[in-house]
C-alpha cells in the first residue's frame, strides 16, 4: 500500500480526533495522537482499539490486521513528539487564538516540509493560517462525523494554501 502520508499527528482526542487518527492508521499510516488533558490520548487510543476489537468480533477485521493497526497508533504527551510528522492534523476547540497559537507553535517543531491542516467547521482557513511563516503548507481538512462512517472530508485552501498541497490532502483522504 502507497501510503501518502507515512507519519500523522491528530491534536485533539476528542470524537473527531479519535475518528480521524482511527482512519489514518486504517489507511496505513502511523500515527501520534496528542491532546493537551492529562490522560485524553491514552483513553482515545483505547477507544479507537476498542472501535478495532468490535469490528474483529462482528467478522470485519481479521485479527492480523486488528494487531497491525494497533501497531500505528500512538498516544504522545508532548508537541515536541509530532516533530517528525508528514502531516498535522487539529481538531481541537473552535476558537480561533486557540487555533493561531497551536499552529504557530506546531510550526516552530515540525519540519519544514510538514503539512499542517484544521479540521474547523466554522472559522477562515486564512484567518488560522494568518500568523505562520509558511502559510502556503496550511490548509483546512474538514472531516465530518462520525468520521470512520462519514466519507466525506471537505479540502479548504486558505488564501496562500500551495494548491498542490490541496491536492496531496485530496488523494490521501
Avoid at 13 to 35: F, H, K, N, P, Y
Amino acid at each position: 500500500m502507497t501510503v501518502t502520508f507515512s507519519k500523522i499527528g491528530v491534536v485533539g482526542a476528542g470524537a473527531m480526533g479519535r475518528g480521524i487518527a482511527q482512519i489514518a492508521a486504517q489507511a496505513g499510516s502511523d500515527v501520534l495522537l496528542l491532546d493537551s488533558q492529562p490522560g485524553a490520548a491514552q483513553r482515545g487510543l483505547e477507544a479507537i482499539t476498542a472501535q478495532w476489537a468490535k469490528l474483529h468480533e462482528k467478522g470485519k477485521l481479521d485479527a492480523a490486521a486488528q494487531a497491525s493497526l494497533a501497531t500505528r497508533l500512538h498516544a504522545v504527551d508532548s508537541i515536541q513528539a509530532l516533530a517528525e510528522c508528514d502531516l498535522v492534523i487539529e481538531a481541537v476547540v473552535e476558537n480561533l487564538e486557540i487555533k493561531r497559537n497551536l499552529f504557530r507553535e506546531l510550526e516552530s517543531v515540525v519540519r519544514q516540509d510538514a503539512v499542517l491542516a484544521t479540521n474547523t467547521s466554522s472559522l477562515s482557513v486564512t484567518a488560522i493560517a494568518a500568523g505562520l511563516g509558511q502559510p502556503a503548507r496550511f490548509a483546512g481538512y474538514h472531516f465530518f462525523n462520525p468520521v470512520p462512517l462519514m466519507k466525506v472530508v471537505e479540502v479548504v485552501a486558505g488564501f496562500k494554501t500551495d494548491r498542490a498541497l490541496c491536492n496531496r490532502l485530496a488523494a490521501y483522504a
